[in-house]
């Protein structure tokens, strides 16, 4: 006997809604012999000609589910984690972030907020209640170089007030390499990490245990370095590329990989980080075609309880070679779709309890 479905580490999201409707149901598959009698969590299954099946209720608390096989005697169990949520959330996620750091620096601002990126942030928010999350470099080269450490913390006050729908993460120590950790051992991503969120302890006050890895590659190692630092959850793009091979994924196996596309979230046996991933990345796509991948994403898994829509910092820059003006219209288009169709802002700790991790 063998349990096909659900797999280790499976993430199953819930909401009031999913528990009203009773679409808090998981299926279970287990592949044993015809003529044997099978059951899951003293549940009776069927056979389809292929597997026996059954459909198991989910409520709010993490449970295991144990396949039997009456006729040997034989078990196998998986446990499940559940993550609750009143209302579905989306968040708005911002990677490669450095420039308005260097900025605000430079100008010695009374408020962080005269800063034009985070000005255009904040109208966001104000306009639609939009949460952001922030992933941010250690150093850049450009506009004369810049390290965190050149910013003040005077403003720590300013950024503890916004924390309810803006923080900041860890992403890489700079842009280039890219591909950074691909091969990384477990000191590299932990020192690096920690050379961040040292600064981000020191300017802004709160580190979020969340980040999506530059370029969302590493190691089982590099990822057991993040969780060292406290990070609990890491975002993918979780793509395939133009050879139909997975990308951006940490590694995911294919099972893995549809695990995090259909449930929003899994939990790594190995390594037990949360791993999730991004529904769009909004620079690749004008204020129109927003909502058109939106809703091709939503076709594809749908009735998912969480979403993130991701931009990269640099497109916002009129000297960027890939500048976009309509940067902020895109943002504005992916919240717009997210709240159209029944999604609250949040943020990922709205969703996990990270003292459970």
């Known amino acids: 006997m063998k349990m096909i479905s659900p797999i280790k580490g499976t993430v199953v999201c819930l909401t009031d809604e999913k528990l009203q409707k009773k679409r808090n149901l998981i299926k279970c598959i287990i592949s044993a012999p015809a003529d044997h009698v099978i059951s899951v969590n003293d549940q009776p299954c069927s056979?389809?000609?292929?597997?026996?099946?059954?459909?198991?209720?989910?409520?709010?608390?993490?449970?295991?589910?144990?396949?039997?096989?009456?006729?040997?005697?034989?078990?196998?169990?998986?446990?499940?984690?559940?993550?609750?949520?009143?209302?579905?959330?989306?968040?708005?996620?911002?990677?490669?972030?450095?420039?308005?750091?260097?900025?605000?620096?430079?100008?010695?601002?009374?408020?962080?907020?005269?800063?034009?990126?985070?000005?255009?942030?904040?109208?966001?928010?104000?306009?639609?209640?939009?949460k952001f999350h922030v992933n941010i470099y250690y150093t850049c080269p450009e506009h004369g170089g810049f390290f965190l450490t050149e910013l003040s913390d005077r403003y720590k006050d300013q950024w503890l007030e916004a924390l309810d729908w803006l923080v900041l993460s860890f992403h890489a120590r700079a842009d280039i390499p890219g591909y950074p950790y691909l091969n990384s051992d477990r000191e590299t991503t932990r020192s690096h990490c920690l050379e961040v969120y040292d600064q981000i302890d020191r300017f802004?006050?709160?580190?979020?245990?969340?980040?999506?890895?530059?370029?969302?590659?590493?190691?089982?190692?590099?990822?057991?370095?993040?969780?060292d630092c406290g990070i609990r959850a890491l975002l993918g793009d979780y793509s395939y590329n133009r050879k139909g091979e997975r990308q951006l994924c940490y590694g995911a196996t294919e099972e893995e990989f549809l695990s995090v596309r259909r449930n929003c979230f899994y939990r790594d046996p190995e390594t037990n980080m949360i791993m999730f991933c991004c529904d769009a990345v909004l620079n690749c796509f004008s204020p129109d075609e927003v909502s058109v991948e939106m809703e091709r994403f939503d076709s594809l898994y749908p009735d998912r309880s969480f979403i993130d829509i991701l931009i990269h910092e640099q497109y916002f820059y009129n000297d960027y070679k890939h500048y976009l003006p309509d940067y902020e219209e895109r943002i504005a288009s992916g919240i717009r779709w997210c709240l159209e169709h029944g999604y609250k802002p949040g943020l990922v700790r709205d969703i996990i309890d990270f003292s459970k991790l």
């Open 204 to 227: 802004a006050g709160y580190r979020s245990p969340v980040t999506t890895l530059h370029y969302a590659e590493t190691t089982k190692e590099g990822v057991k370095g993040l969780y």
């Open 47 to 130: 056979f389809d000609g292929n597997f026996w099946t059954t459909e198991v209720e989910l409520g709010k608390e993490d449970v295991a589910l144990t396949a039997t096989d009456h006729s040997t005697n034989e078990s196998e169990s998986v446990d499940i984690t559940i993550f609750y949520t009143e209302n579905k959330l989306f968040r708005v996620s911002v990677d490669d972030g450095i420039w308005f750091l260097q900025d605000i620096a430079r100008n010695n601002y009374d408020s962080i907020f005269e800063n034009p990126y985070l000005a255009m942030l904040k109208r966001l928010h104000l306009k639609y209640r939009a």
